[in-house]
């Protein structure tokens, strides 16, 4: 196989790690690699003087936009901590463009996806970016198909990754698909990560809906469902811990957290049986009736339909072999 050339866009206040994942990746995938079938990565940027990263590290870029004009095999826009408010500076926008025609894929690491959004590239196709952005994205950008609890997604030669860190996953598949799931599992034992994380961003956390107010109503459910979250919840025992009827709590819920009682409740009980797969070696039967699932195979249910993954699979990627 020929040399990969890989570029990674960069600018004013990036997030380190958007860069540095995928770089690392390439770089561990080379010490595995021959000299004729090796990555090699460059850093592109309006100018060459040193940008400071979001942490505070200084990155200099290898080429400029005007200089980059060869073609490249992968070409990855990195993200920032907080996505931009308006289109980026000119000869960002215009060079972002032109990927589909500057390589073979590309793509972007983060809250770069809405550079790509700017630039008319997300148009009809399925995306993804960090969980906390995503409904940013998908209203900035109503015709992408925001895929929100992906790590990433590959559309056609269209690829997207999740927050951050998601660009090391992105690193490992792109090097899987080209190398081989071999190749990619070494990368990964050298980084000390997931060789393939299944599963979505853990954005199901109840805590990300909590509403500002900690006292108040609806706050006051959440902790109660928190605090028994074995046992039974119906729209109407809620309603009677706070003194409103089902109606009204169901509408209040609603506006303080953008999700019904009922959304919420599952949400909980999945990120409780999260930590315990993790953090345990329980038989699956005694995570599902502590979590309020009633049955292994109603908890195996709610994870495929809501994380992609089945319990088994999320406590192998992340937790203690199962002991039953």
């Known amino acids: 196989m020929p040399v990969q050339a890989v570029a990674i866009v960069v600018y004013e206040g990036v997030q380190a790690l958007d860069v540095a994942g995928p770089m690392d990746v390439f770089s561990e995938a080379n010490t595995f690699l021959g000299n004729a079938d090796r990555y090699e990565t460059v850093l592109v940027a309006a100018h060459r003087s040193p940008l400071r990263a979001s942490n505070g590290i200084r990155l200099m870029a290898d080429l400029t936009f005007e200089e980059a004009v060869g073609g490249f095999d992968i070409i990855l826009v990195a993200g920032a901590p907080a996505p931009p408010e308006a289109e980026p500076e000119p000869c960002l926008l215009e060079w972002i463009k032109e990927l589909p025609w500057r390589s073979s894929l590309y793509g972007s ?96 956390s109840p805590y990300l809906t909590a509403p500002a107010d900690p006292e108040s109503p609806i706050a006051r459910i959440q902790d109660h469902v928190m605090a028994k979250i074995g046992e039974r919840h119906t729209l109407e025992s809620l309603a009677g811990i706070v003194g409103m009827s089902p109606r009204n709590l169901a509408r209040h819920f609603v506006q303080a957290t953008g999700t019904t009682p009922h959304e919420f409740i599952e949400r909980a009980r999945i990120d409780a049986a999260r930590m315990m797969l993790e953090g345990s070696d329980r038989p699956l039967k005694a995570v599902a009736f502590d979590c309020g699932f009633g049955s292994a195979d109603r908890m195996r249910i709610v994870f495929s339909t809501r994380l992609g993954v089945t319990p088994v699979q999320y406590r192998a990627s992340f937790g203690r072999p199962e002991s039953e």
């Open 109 to 204: 690491i983060c809250t770069g996806a809405f550079m790509l959004g700017y630039a008319g590239l997300l148009d009809d196709r399925r995306v993804t970016t960090h969980w906390q952005d995503a409904e940013a994205l998908a209203a900035r950008f109503p015709k992408a198909k925001v895929e929100a609890d992906l790590i990433y997604v590959r559309d056609g030669r269209l690829i997207t990754a999740a927050g951050v860190t998601a660009g090391i996953d992105l690193g490992l598949a792109l090097v899987g698909q080209r190398h081989g799931a071999e190749t990619a599992l070494k990368v990964a034992k050298r980084l000390v990560v997931v060789a393939q994380r299944q599963g979505g961003q853990s954005q199901f």
